[in-house]
């Protein structure tokens, strides 16, 4: 790992889509079976990334300048618990109130928590974020926001919800990835060079129109909303992958996620390259080769109420 100052302008941040369980529908069984079977997909991809990427995920919890260990923090938008379960392995005095619109990863947390014996130090709480009545979120020293804040309608309103519920010099702490990890080297794979940077722009175009807080710089929205910036700092991420098979399901979960949103944008040689990749049983399959790694970086913004 390096670590590097934060570029100007902050590079795009385009995340792993996740979406943090925000699409709940209802619907006929069909629908519902899909959707929980989506769910689970996901589920297992946020687990992915938590364990491929724990080192940086806790240097930067190592970073954070609070001024006293915080008793109280909330994880918004907490996934399947990866900041959760890092900020108890940091602070461990704290109690986190875990905040997530999906039933199934707050469901999916909550074992986690009784497996690791930390039951009583979590709680889980749905939430749509967008929703202007905010829960009960008490007075926390410590609000973390993973990859969450830019899928909402108003992450403005939001951060000044987070502003009014903080405890007097608590913080608010703000992480984004800058794009979702690459997996191949830029001449891969040998039949169509370029397919996963190619099948990346297609999905940044897919998302532009609806994820318009993508790539924000997220120090002038903290301080607009009342904060003062307490500090800036991107990691750089770059992990080899070739004896690691948490890398190669990784890469696996993730190129079939995204060739689910971009398939009827790509070129037919593209989407064939890539259903060759993604066909496990195949000779050209991702799992079969020894160059992968996990590029990509992770920024995060620090800021702090007044008391």
């Known amino acids: 790992m390096t670590s590097?100052?934060?570029?100007?302008?902050?590079?795009a941040?385009?995340?792993h889509d996740h979406d943090h369980g925000r699409h709940d529908h209802d619907g006929d069984h069909d629908h519902d079976h899909d959707h929980r079977h989506r769910a689970g997909d996901q589920a297992e991809l946020l687990d992915l990334d938590a364990e491929v990427l724990a080192g940086h995920l806790d240097a930067i919890t190592g970073w954070l300048p609070v001024e006293t260990p915080p008793r109280r923090i909330v994880d918004l938008g907490c996934g399947t618990g990866a900041g959760t379960f890092a900020l108890l392995d940091?602070?461990?005095?704290?109690?986190?109130?875990?905040?997530?619109?999906?039933?199934a990863h707050l469901r999916r947390l909550r074992e986690k928590a009784e497996a690791r014996g930390a039951a009583e130090r979590v709680r889980t709480l749905r939430?749509?974020?967008?929703d202007p009545d905010w829960p009960g979120l008490g007075t926390p020293d410590l609000v973390w926001a993973s990859a969450s804040l830019h899928h909402l309608a108003d992450p403005g309103r939001a951060l000044r919800a987070v502003h009014d519920v903080l405890a007097p010099g608590g913080l608010c702490a703000v992480v984004e990835l800058a794009g979702f990890p690459r997996f191949l080297p830029e001449n891969a794979p040998e039949d169509r060079p370029g397919l996963e940077e190619?099948?990346?722009?297609?999905g940044e175009h897919r998302h532009a129109g609806h994820l318009p807080h993508r790539g924000a710089?997220?120090?002038p929205k903290l301080t607009a909303a009342g904060f003062t910036l307490a500090g800036e700092r991107t990691l750089t991420v770059h992990i080899e992958g070739a004896r690691d098979a948490s890398v190669g399901a990784y890469a696996l979960g993730g190129l079939r996620r995204l060739r689910d949103g971009v398939a009827g944008t790509l070129a037919p040689e593209d989407l064939a390259a890539l259903d060759r990749l993604l066909d496990t049983d195949g000779p050209h399959s991702i799992l079969r080769r020894d160059d992968l790694a996990v590029r990509t970086r992770r920024s995060v913004w620090a800021a702090r109420r007044d008391r």
């Open 217 to 219: 710089d997220w120090g």
């Open 127 to 130: 939430a749509d974020l967008d």
């Open 90 to 103: 940091r602070f461990p005095g704290a109690h986190v109130t875990a905040v997530d619109s999906s039933a």
């Open 4 to 11: 590097t100052p934060p570029p100007t302008p902050h590079p």
């Open 13 to 15: 941040h385009h995340d």
């Open 198 to 202: 190619r099948c990346h722009r297609a």
